[in-house]
């Protein structure tokens, strides 16, 4: 049933035809700036879009299937490809926003579901929440992407936020 969840969750997310990959350099980045240069040094002939947060920093003219680079502002401040902490957002739910809270005392709910119940006395709540950034000029649809929105332990509240609060 996870399974299940899990590619319904990211249906809306997968590479549409005529994009060939979602692809980048890992960073650490310390600037937007190093991120468009990276890409751009990086481009091959295929038309090159930049997203950093759900937001497009740069599309690179090129031929052929387009390719769609991907990157977080992470809790230290730098910009890498996948957060390894709650605070920052990700591409996707299911890895390492998920990978985070392991454990039988975690009720976590993905888009106000439920998608683990705690099997041990309770001890924390974790909401994921899919976010949406611009419209890609390259996939169909907005930009989606995952960040943690609510997370209460019993020393109480960690994270409490809507997508749009940086």
């Avoid at 990086?42 to 090129?62: C, I, S």
């Avoid at 996707?92 to 454990?103: E, P």
């Avoid at 929440?129 to 960690?158: E, I, K």
């Amino acid at each position: 049933m996870s399974s299940l969840l899990a590619g319904a969750a990211l249906a809306g997310t997968e590479a549409d035809e005529g994009v060939s990959s979602i692809m980048q350099g890992s960073g650490p980045f310390s600037s937007i700036q190093e991120i468009k240069n990276y890409d751009a040094a990086n481009q091959g002939t295929q038309r090159t879009v930049t997203f950093v947060d759900g937001k497009v920093v740069q599309d690179l003219f090129g031929f052929g299937p387009a390719e769609v680079t991907e990157y977080f502002l992470c809790s230290d401040q730098k910009y890498r490809a996948v957060c390894s902490d709650p605070y920052s957002r990700a591409t996707t739910w299911g890895g390492s926003l998920f990978a985070l809270f392991q454990g039988a005392d975690t009720q976590i709910y993905v888009d106000n579901v439920l998608y683990q119940a705690n099997t041990a006395p309770w001890k924390q709540s974790v909401y994921i929440t899919t976010c949406y950034g611009d419209t890609s000029p390259v996939l169909w649809g907005p930009y989606a992407y995952y960040r943690v929105t609510f997370w209460q332990t019993q020393s109480g509240t960690l994270i409490n936020r809507s997508c749009t609060t940086p």
